[in-house]
């Protein structure tokens, strides 16, 4: 299984960015996908994660400011980031059925 993500970068405080991550091999019926962010010094903590069924939970720092969702025909997760914080700043990582990693993409939110 190959996890691909993509969408990160430098923004701006307020700003927005969207993150993909597109599932590819063998798997199916993928049931959690979740994004995870891991800033320098820190553990990595869970953003916000989406069941098969569409079930959400988002850690309450980013709640009201991202969207998680999702497409099973794709097997893909995308998480909308909006109005950026300098604190979101961190390497988003995607995560599928708990196993699963893909490989990080670094998220720069300046003031």
């Known amino acids: 299984v190959q996890l691909v993500e993509s969408g990160g970068g430098l923004v701006q405080s307020g700003g927005s960015l969207r993150l993909s991550c597109a599932a590819s091999?063998?798997?199916?019926?993928?049931?959690?996908m979740g994004w995870y962010r891991q800033a320098p010094g820190k553990q990595r903590d869970l953003v916000a994660s989406?069941?098969?069924?569409?079930?959400?939970i988002y850690t309450d720092s980013v709640k009201g400011r991202f969207t998680i969702s999702r497409d099973n025909a794709k097997n893909t997760v995308y998480l909308q980031m909006n109005s950026l914080k300098p604190e979101d700043t961190a390497v988003y990582y995607c995560?599928?059925?708990?196993?699963?990693w893909g490989q990080g993409t670094q998220v720069t939110v300046f003031s």
């Open positions: 995560n599928v059925d708990v196993a699963y």
């Open positions: 091999g063998t798997i199916f019926n993928i049931w959690n």
């Open positions: 989406i069941t098969r069924g569409g079930t959400t």
